[in-house]
Protein backbone atom coordinates (compact mmCIF):
# COMPACT_ATOMS: atom_id res chain seq x y z
CA UNK A 1 0.00 0.00 0.00
CA UNK A 2 1.42 3.45 -0.90
CA UNK A 3 0.38 6.91 0.87
CA UNK A 4 -2.27 7.97 -1.47
CA UNK A 5 -4.18 4.48 -1.44
CA UNK A 6 -4.17 5.13 2.58
CA UNK A 7 -5.61 8.27 2.47
CA UNK A 8 -8.17 7.17 -0.11
CA UNK A 9 -9.39 4.63 2.20
CA UNK A 10 -9.64 6.95 4.99
CA UNK A 11 -12.33 8.92 3.44
CA UNK A 12 -15.91 8.68 3.77
CA UNK A 13 -18.13 9.15 7.01
CA UNK A 14 -17.70 7.59 10.25
CA UNK A 15 -19.08 6.61 13.44
CA UNK A 16 -16.75 6.99 16.40
CA UNK A 17 -15.99 5.87 19.96
CA UNK A 18 -13.06 7.19 21.77
CA UNK A 19 -11.93 6.28 25.42
CA UNK A 20 -8.97 8.85 26.69
CA UNK A 21 -7.09 8.41 29.83
CA UNK A 22 -5.20 12.02 31.65
CA UNK A 23 -3.08 9.58 33.45
CA UNK A 24 -1.32 12.63 35.27
CA UNK A 25 -4.47 13.40 36.34
CA UNK A 26 -5.79 10.03 37.01
CA UNK A 27 -9.07 10.46 34.59
CA UNK A 28 -10.70 9.00 31.90
CA UNK A 29 -13.63 9.80 29.37
CA UNK A 30 -15.35 8.57 26.91
CA UNK A 31 -17.01 10.30 23.47
CA UNK A 32 -18.72 9.56 20.92
CA UNK A 33 -18.21 11.31 17.55
CA UNK A 34 -19.47 11.78 13.59
CA UNK A 35 -16.01 12.62 11.62
CA UNK A 36 -16.61 13.22 8.08
CA UNK A 37 -13.22 13.11 5.85
CA UNK A 38 -12.38 14.29 2.44
CA UNK A 39 -9.15 13.29 0.38
CA UNK A 40 -7.82 16.29 -1.14
CA UNK A 41 -6.16 16.79 -4.27
CA UNK A 42 -2.42 17.55 -3.32
CA UNK A 43 -3.23 21.17 -5.77
CA UNK A 44 -5.95 21.46 -3.39
CA UNK A 45 -6.00 25.59 -2.03
CA UNK A 46 -6.08 24.08 2.03
CA UNK A 47 -3.03 21.65 1.25
CA UNK A 48 -0.67 24.65 -0.91
CA UNK A 49 -1.59 26.87 2.13
CA UNK A 50 0.43 23.83 4.87
CA UNK A 51 3.37 24.00 2.37
CA UNK A 52 3.22 27.41 2.57
CA UNK A 53 3.52 27.23 6.42
CA UNK A 54 5.70 24.08 6.72
CA UNK A 55 8.18 25.52 3.76
CA UNK A 56 7.73 22.31 1.71
CA UNK A 57 7.96 22.16 -1.94
CA UNK A 58 4.07 21.53 -3.27
CA UNK A 59 5.41 19.02 -5.79
CA UNK A 60 6.26 16.63 -2.64
CA UNK A 61 2.73 15.60 -1.75
CA UNK A 62 0.92 13.11 -2.53
CA UNK A 63 -2.28 14.08 -1.12
CA UNK A 64 -4.36 15.45 2.28
CA UNK A 65 -6.83 15.15 3.99
CA UNK A 66 -9.94 17.50 5.28
CA UNK A 67 -11.29 16.14 8.85
CA UNK A 68 -14.64 17.93 10.61
CA UNK A 69 -15.34 15.92 13.83
CA UNK A 70 -18.86 16.66 16.43
CA UNK A 71 -18.34 15.23 19.29
CA UNK A 72 -21.05 14.22 21.97
CA UNK A 73 -19.56 13.62 25.38
CA UNK A 74 -20.98 11.14 27.17
CA UNK A 75 -20.87 12.78 30.66
CA UNK A 76 -22.98 16.00 29.86
CA UNK A 77 -20.84 18.44 28.59
CA UNK A 78 -21.54 20.69 25.92
CA UNK A 79 -20.57 19.03 22.18
CA UNK A 80 -17.31 20.07 20.29
CA UNK A 81 -16.99 20.65 16.60
CA UNK A 82 -14.20 21.42 14.80
CA UNK A 83 -11.97 20.31 12.21
CA UNK A 84 -8.64 20.26 10.78
CA UNK A 85 -6.57 19.72 7.45
CA UNK A 86 -3.46 17.37 6.90
CA UNK A 87 -1.02 16.34 3.95
CA UNK A 88 1.69 14.06 3.41
CA UNK A 89 4.81 14.80 1.53
CA UNK A 90 7.79 12.47 0.63
CA UNK A 91 10.45 12.15 -2.61
CA UNK A 92 7.32 9.74 -3.77
CA UNK A 93 4.40 8.58 -3.27
CA UNK A 94 5.96 4.80 -2.36
CA UNK A 95 8.29 6.08 0.22
CA UNK A 96 7.10 4.57 3.60
CA UNK A 97 8.24 7.74 5.13
CA UNK A 98 7.76 11.52 4.80
CA UNK A 99 6.45 14.77 6.42
CA UNK A 100 3.05 15.30 8.00
CA UNK A 101 1.68 19.14 7.27
CA UNK A 102 -1.15 19.82 10.22
CA UNK A 103 -2.96 23.12 10.46
CA UNK A 104 -2.11 23.90 13.77
CA UNK A 105 0.69 21.31 14.91
CA UNK A 106 3.51 22.29 12.16
CA UNK A 107 5.34 20.11 10.35
CA UNK A 108 5.91 16.31 11.67
CA UNK A 109 6.62 12.93 10.03
CA UNK A 110 4.68 9.62 8.81
CA UNK A 111 5.61 6.08 8.84
CA UNK A 112 3.82 3.63 6.55
CA UNK A 113 4.57 0.31 8.12
CA UNK A 114 4.63 -2.98 6.64
CA UNK A 115 1.38 -3.76 8.55
CA UNK A 116 -0.08 -0.56 6.62
CA UNK A 117 -0.75 0.95 9.93
CA UNK A 118 0.19 4.90 9.45
CA UNK A 119 1.77 6.37 12.56
CA UNK A 120 2.20 10.36 12.57
CA UNK A 121 4.27 12.07 14.73
CA UNK A 122 4.38 15.97 15.96
CA UNK A 123 6.75 17.24 18.32
CA UNK A 124 5.46 20.42 19.37
CA UNK A 125 8.42 22.12 22.67
CA UNK A 126 8.94 19.36 24.55
CA UNK A 127 5.37 17.14 24.08
CA UNK A 128 5.05 15.15 21.63
CA UNK A 129 1.77 13.49 19.88
CA UNK A 130 1.90 10.04 18.27
CA UNK A 131 -0.95 8.59 16.54
CA UNK A 132 -1.34 4.95 14.89
CA UNK A 133 -3.85 4.17 12.38
CA UNK A 134 -4.83 1.13 11.09
CA UNK A 135 -7.69 -0.89 9.39
CA UNK A 136 -9.20 -4.16 10.10
CA UNK A 137 -11.54 -3.94 7.04
CA UNK A 138 -12.56 -1.68 4.60
CA UNK A 139 -15.46 -0.03 6.89
CA UNK A 140 -13.40 -0.37 10.38
CA UNK A 141 -10.86 1.71 11.47
CA UNK A 142 -8.80 2.10 14.31
CA UNK A 143 -6.36 5.01 16.29
CA UNK A 144 -4.19 5.02 19.38
CA UNK A 145 -2.93 7.95 20.36
CA UNK A 146 -0.12 8.87 23.35
CA UNK A 147 0.32 12.60 24.01
CA UNK A 148 3.98 12.67 25.93
CA UNK A 149 5.47 15.79 27.85
CA UNK A 150 9.02 15.08 28.11
CA UNK A 151 9.60 11.61 29.06
CA UNK A 152 6.16 11.04 30.67
CA UNK A 153 3.09 9.58 28.72
CA UNK A 154 0.63 12.81 29.82
CA UNK A 155 -2.26 11.12 27.92
CA UNK A 156 -3.31 7.84 25.87
CA UNK A 157 -6.50 7.43 23.75
CA UNK A 158 -8.09 4.69 21.63
CA UNK A 159 -10.37 5.26 18.82
CA UNK A 160 -12.74 2.70 16.92
CA UNK A 161 -14.60 4.05 14.25
CA UNK A 162 -17.14 2.48 12.06
CA UNK A 163 -17.49 3.96 8.18
CA UNK A 164 -20.90 4.73 7.43
CA UNK A 165 -22.79 2.88 4.46
CA UNK A 166 -24.32 5.89 1.93
CA UNK A 167 -27.72 4.56 0.36
Known sequence: MDIQTFLTQC?????????????????????KSELIIEGLAPDAAPVLTLCAEGNIAPD???????????????????????GTVLALAAPTPHAPQGQLL????????????????????VTQGDTT??????????????????VAQ???????????EIRRMQD
Open 11 to 31: AGQWFAQRTTYQLIANQSESN
Open 60 to 82: QVWGGLAIHWDNHVDWGQTPQKG
Open 102 to 121: RAGLGVGTYTLAADESLVLT
Open 129 to 146: YEERIWFASENLRFRTLT
Open 150 to 160: GETVAQTAFYS
